[in-house]
């Protein structure tokens, strides 16, 4: 029998040598800080290596920084319900993903042109909320791209997401 192979995301703030060594090609990395121009070098760094290493690399939040870099995408946060990256040209492979906690964000990721969406949380996490995996139900119907798991994932509830029909998980302390 074959076995689905889970693509995985891993955010990070900072640039991490050591981190990056253990990385698989089934990995991604997604730049999340705040203060992205603040981080111009360390951004490129991380670039040079993951095309290197071919791995895909997104930054969050920002087209116009992310299209000069020539990354390989940008993430879309829940929050963010802006329509500006609609009005950039971009090149064939440039990768729109985003999250959503709910059907009213769900629509506006889809209205931004995601392909991939986060959902999230999927399992409890410290701040108690979650989705739940039954109640996904509704926004899978409602979302014909890649759907990718985040919050509250471990090594003991991984398995469920393949029984789901998640394509990929997300993730900080997953990848500590």
Request: net charge positive; hydrophobic share 40%.
């Amino acid at each position: 029998m074959h076995r689905l192979i889970l693509k995985k995301y891993h955010f990070i703030d900072n640039y991490n040598l050591n981190k990056f060594n253990n990385l698989g090609r089934d990995t991604c990395l997604i730049w999340r800080s705040k203060h992205a121009q603040k981080n111009i070098d360390l951004i490129v760094k991380t670039a040079l290596l993951c095309k290197r290493k071919k791995i895909k690399f997104y930054l969050a939040n920002n087209f116009k920084l992310a299209i000069k870099l020539k990354l390989d995408g940008v993430y879309i946060s829940a929050f963010n319900n802006n329509f500006r990256g609609n009005c950039y040209l971009l090149k064939k492979q440039f990768n729109i993903i985003g999250s959503a906690h709910n059907q009213q964000e769900l629509s506006i990721k889809k209205k931004q042109n995601v392909k991939e969406i986060f959902f999230s949380p999927i399992f409890k996490t410290k701040a108690g909320k979650h989705l739940g995996i039954y109640s996904l139900k509704n926004l899978f119907n409602n979302f014909s791209g890649k759907k990718i798991a985040l919050g509250g994932i471990n090594k003991k509830n991984i398995k469920l997401l393949r029984l789901v029909g998640f394509d990929g998980f997300a993730g900080i302390k997953y990848f500590e």
